[in-house]
């Protein structure tokens, strides 16, 4: 069975900044998302979220048409370069020029690839997925409540309510190595993943967003909007931006890919 992927993406500033320092794309070749959410003084958020997101299609293009991916094995280890690749030169571009001193961004990908979904992250920016009705977080925040969460010092309830909810423990750019967690495991038809910024995840709950997602017959493009809609309704505190990536079994009929970037 070959597997495909559609993509309906939306990002927005929200209520309470001056302007948007997230980034997002996809590629329809690749199979691929990448969601970025950028920081730093001097609007220098916006240029690490946006190398990020156009360094890491850079190189996977290169490794995809050198074949590096011919085994599914090797897909991961593709991911993961690539990442590093844009680490590093986000790191430099923060060293050569004062003005993009401090910089950085979270990163998450999804890359649909030989029936593999394969999946990184650095930060707190999320992956979610639905499956026969049930909604999943895939991803695990790089964050200093997460880590909290995890060693047991606070639950999930409490950790939504930290006024530390949102100081992260990684992030592309802040040095010369970075530390990428990376998943593969096989997708099914029908699945769909929701990439978003922690302008989403910090203010529509899992429930809320689970109950927005299982709509029959949804149109992706106004579920994007829903999603953000209501990040707005509640505060609107941060930007929000959000990507639905829709797997489904490709038909003779598809007639091939076409780059789309959000």
């Avoid at 599914?72 to 280890?77: H, I, L, P, V, W």
């Avoid at 986000?90 to 050569?96: L, N, P, R, T, V």
């Avoid at 429930?207 to 017959?217: N, R, Y």
Wanted: charged share 25%; aromatic share 4%.
């Amino acid at each position: 069975m070959i597997l495909k992927a559609a993509f309906h993406g939306l990002t927005d500033v929200g209520l309470m900044r001056e302007h948007n320092e997230d980034s997002i794309l996809w590629d329809t070749d690749l199979g691929m998302a990448l969601l970025a959410d950028g920081m730093g003084g001097h609007n220098a958020g916006e240029v690490a979220s946006a190398m990020a997101v156009e360094q890491v299609r850079a190189a996977l293009r290169e490794a995809f048409l050198a074949r590096d991916c011919e085994e599914k094995a090797d897909c991961s280890e593709v991911v993961r370069q690539a990442i590093h690749t844009a680490n590093q030169r986000i790191w430099d571009a923060s060293q050569e020029n004062t003005e993009c001193a401090g910089m950085g961004t979270t990163l998450v990908l999804a890359l649909l690839h030989d029936g593999d979904m394969v999946t990184a992250h650095v930060g707190d920016s999320r992956i979610y997925r639905l499956r026969d009705g049930v909604l999943e977080q895939i991803t695990s925040d790089h964050s200093l409540v997460q880590e909290l969460v995890d060693n047991g010092y606070l639950s999930q309830e409490e950790a939504k309510l930290s006024v530390s909810r949102n100081l992260i423990t990684r992030a592309l750019g802040i040095g010369a190595e970075v530390e990428v967690e990376v998943s593969q495991e096989p997708a099914q038809p029908g699945d769909l993943y929701l990439l978003c910024s922690d302008g989403l995840s910090d203010m529509v709950t899992d429930s809320e967003m689970g109950a927005i997602l299982q709509e029959p017959d949804p149109d992706l493009d106004e579920t994007a909007r829903r999603l953000v809609d209501l990040a707005n309704r509640k505060g609107g505190n941060d930007n929000i931006s959000v990507i639905l990536m829709t797997v489904r079994e490709a038909f003779s009929d598809d007639k091939g890919l076409t780059d789309s970037v959000g």
